[in-house]
């Protein structure tokens, strides 16, 4: 029978669910169990139907390819399995009960941190304690990894897809070292490098890292909805899944592979302005448009808020968020919501520090002035810098650049360039305006209607370029 606490508690966890969801968890946990079409669990029977790891496992591989890599299925398993109930002999069983899955779920994808973190602490280890670095480690990129394969499993990438970015195993590590600098020790020492894996952390350490560190929460989340296939097409109280990836465009059918990965595309849009995380569109390619400044200006300029991504000849990834449109003239431009990034070989992203306001700068053509592109820093000493002669750059920053604080970002301080991209992000500005690009003839209907009076053709209209559709959001 089941005792009052556990109904109680049960109950309580159901609850957290809008029925169509209750509905959804309970036809999951009934294929998995092997008793679909049994009506669902309403009645005390279903009440006794359990899953087996196998279970989870068969699940996965029903298909040719497995929504879920199996480290993570195991992991998931673990979680479940280590949810207490009332009245019975804890972690003993190898079966899962409706109940603990229900509690797993609710935990998960509805719970607060301190929910949370006992099952992620038995995800990431089956045995309780303190767990290592390493081992926190191991789970976080199992973590990206398998939210990377669930999101092309389930062709929801967007536009972007494994074959058309960087590979993203590299990525994925740089992204887990990244999310893993934060963990702190109770006082307040952020252990680094070989000394980090070999630390310890307790319950309230890992706990207070999950607290500050919200991708691991949305990833676990994206693991569940759609590794698992549940809550995926519900409606969604949150906006963190919706804009996880952006939809990307112009990229589509043009051969070419985007210097991001995947890992690094979610990273640094998760720190772009919230109304811009929804849409990146190539703008420039130096192995589509040619290496030559005054293309890269012709492709760039007044399109609104823009990331340029960079490597130089030594295979080092890095870039910057420009978050006004760029313009050719000979003062600093933007606002402090401009940072500076590195891809390859750390992840990371520095923003501004507030001692000057030295945020983007482009310039071409002028006698008393320096021509190229950069961001912070002061002239001659940029934190990122590409020279008019287009193909010389330089990241100069001992120890650190003022504007960004960020360090020296190429692997040689004076670099060449390899291949360049910028993406414009969130939607085209009204003057730049895709659908709207406006003519003088446009603006001033008035002209154009005169220019027609008088017999003249609309020279500029063939001058336009030509204009990409939305074809590729999937």
């Known amino acids: 029978k089941m005792g009052n606490a556990e109904s109680n508690a049960y109950q309580n966890h159901l609850s957290r669910f809008l029925p169509e969801e209750q509905s959804d968890i309970d036809g999951l946990f009934d294929t998995l169990s092997g008793t679909s079409g049994s009506g669902g669990a309403k009645n005390a029977k279903a009440a006794k139907k359990t899953v087996t790891l196998a279970a989870l496992q068969a699940r996965q591989s029903a298909h040719t390819r497995e929504p879920l890599p199996e480290p993570m299925t195991a992991r998931l398993y673990s979680g479940m399995k280590s949810i207490d109930l009332p009245g019975k002999s804890s972690g003993l069983s190898e079966q899962i009960a409706k109940e603990q899955f229900v509690i797993f779920m609710s935990n998960l994808l509805k719970g607060n941190a301190d929910e949370k973190i006992s099952i992620i602490m038995r995800m990431i280890a089956k045995t309780g304690g303190p767990l290592k670095g390493k081992q926190i480690q191991e789970f976080t990129e199992d973590l990206i990894m398998s939210v990377v394969h669930v999101l092309s499993y389930r062709k929801e990438l967007k536009g972007w897809s494994l074959e058309n970015t960087r590979d993203s195993s590299s990525g994925v590590k740089a992204l887990a070292s990244e999310l893993l600098s934060e963990l702190k020790l109770p006082d307040g020492t952020k252990p680094v490098g070989s000394q980090l894996l070999e630390t310890n952390f307790d319950q309230s350490a890992i706990e207070d890292w999950v607290y500050r560190v919200p991708q691991i929460s949305v990833f676990l989340s994206v693991v569940i909805r759609q590794g698992l296939h549940v809550l995926h097409s519900l409606p969604d109280q949150t906006n963190d899944i919706l804009n996880l990836v952006p939809h990307c465009k112009g990229i589509k059918g043009r051969g070419v592979v985007s210097l991001f990965d995947i890992p690094a595309i979610i990273y640094i849009n998760s720190?772009?302005?919230?109304?811009?995380?929804?849409?990146?569109?190539?703008?420039?390619?130096?192995?589509?448009?040619?290496?030559?400044?005054?293309?890269?200006?012709?492709?760039?300029?007044?399109?609104?808020?823009?990331?340029?991504?960079?490597?130089?000849?030594?295979?080092?990834?890095?870039?910057?968020?420009?978050?006004?449109?760029?313009?050719?003239?000979?003062?600093?431009?933007?606002?402090?919501?401009?940072?500076?990034?590195?891809?390859?070989?750390?992840?990371?992203?520095?923003?501004?520090?507030?001692?000057?306001?030295?945020?983007?700068?482009?310039?071409?053509?002028?006698?008393?002035?320096?021509?190229?592109?950069?961001m912070g820093g002061q002239h001659g000493y940029f934190g990122l810098w590409i020279d008019s002669d287009y193909g010389k750059g330089h990241s100069k920053a001992k120890p650190r650049c003022t504007t960004y604080n960020s360090p020296q970002l190429s692997a040689k301080e004076d670099f060449t360039l390899d291949a360049m991209e910028v993406w414009a992000v969130g939607d085209a500005p009204e003057s730049a305006g895709r659908k709207g690009k406006k003519s003088i003839l446009d603006v001033d209907p008035q002209a154009q209607a005169l220019l027609e009076m008088a017999g003249k053709s609309r020279q500029s209209e063939g001058l336009r370029e030509p204009i990409e559709e939305d074809e590729d959001d999937d």
Request: one cysteine or more; aromatic letters at 16%.
């Open 271 to 374: 720190h772009l302005p919230a109304e811009l995380q929804h849409k990146w569109q190539l703008l420039f390619s130096s192995r589509l448009h040619g290496e030559s400044f005054s293309q890269l200006c012709a492709h760039i300029v007044n399109k609104g808020p823009c990331i340029v991504i960079i490597r130089d000849l030594d295979g080092f990834l890095f870039g910057g968020f420009a978050s006004h449109s760029w313009e050719v003239k000979p003062q600093f431009q933007g606002d402090n919501r401009c940072f500076l990034f590195s891809v390859f070989p750390t992840l990371a992203v520095y923003t501004y520090t507030g001692y000057n306001d030295h945020y983007m700068y482009l310039n071409h053509g002028q006698q008393t002035m320096p021509n190229g592109l950069g």
